[in-house]
């Protein structure tokens, strides 16, 4: 079955202890894109990648990190979190080319940072 | 940096009734494509339908519709004999033909009244 996964589905942590979010497409997909969702403000994109070794920042890339070793793999790591990146995560991959660009996504990481 | 408006944070419709969704964007470049998500209670991110700028006619995936004026820059969804599966936030998507971000609206509520 195509799909992206992520892990954990559910995280609570305290202020400054690193974590990471791991996502993962079996897709081959090209292209992978961390986004965080808060109440009144929509996805906003963190990190996206074109390909293996290219990243780039989103809208909203301070305090998080990411890496691409491999095409499939895609994990979001945040090195200090604080209350502020409370939020929903997701994850999603598409082709970069081709008539059928829409985003599959994951099912999503709820984030609680105390 | 592209831009997505949804303007409409909640709707409801009656059930069987036609509700339509509003999205505006604001963009410079000739090429492009445009989404419609659906977020149900499950958060799980589903395409609903999608639309390429350079295509004239509006798209079309069963009970969905688009209404799209690239002049104006407008991207409504509209929702035939509405089902209470319906009920979700919907958000409406822009991504650049060369494909590196997406944007996303705030999103909007529907429910659909029995």
């Known amino acids: 079955e195509a799909q992206v996964t992520q892990n954990p589905r559910y995280l609570i942590t305290v202020t400054g202890k690193k974590l990471t979010v791991t996502c993962s497409q079996n897709?081959?997909?090209?292209?992978m894109s961390w986004y965080r969702q808060d109440p009144g403000l929509g996805l906003r994109q963190i990190y996206y990648s074109m390909n293996v070794e290219v990243t780039d920042k989103g809208d909203v890339p301070e305090g998080y990190k990411v890496s691409r070793k491999e095409k499939r793999n895609f994990p979001l790591i945040l090195e200090s979190p604080s209350p502020n990146q409370t939020s929903l995560y997701f994850c999603?991959?598409?082709?970069?080319?081709?008539?059928?660009?829409?985003?599959?996504f994951g099912p999503g990481t709820r984030l609680t940072v105390l | 940096a592209q831009t997505v408006t949804q303007s409409q944070p909640e709707m409801s419709v009656q059930e069987a009734e036609t509700v339509t969704l509003s999205c505006t964007y604001d963009?410079?470049?000739?090429?492009?494509?445009l989404f419609w998500y659906k977020q149900p209670p499950s958060r799980q991110m589903i395409l609903v339908i999608r639309q390429e700028a350079y295509k004239q006619q509006n798209a079309t995936e069963n009970r969905f519709s688009v209404n799209f004026q690239k002049a104006a820059k407008s991207f409504s969804l509209k929702i035939s004999d509405s089902q209470l599966g319906d009920a979700a936030m919907y958000f409406c998507?822009?991504?650049?033909?060369?494909?590196?971000?997406?944007?996303f609206g705030t999103g909007t509520s529907l429910t659909v009244i029995p």
């Open positions: 998507a822009y991504r650049g033909f060369r494909g590196n971000q997406f944007y």
């Open positions: 999603a991959s598409s082709p970069l080319a081709g008539t059928y660009n829409e985003q599959f």
């Open positions: 963009t410079s470049e000739s090429d492009y494509y």
């Open positions: 897709m081959n997909h090209e292209y």
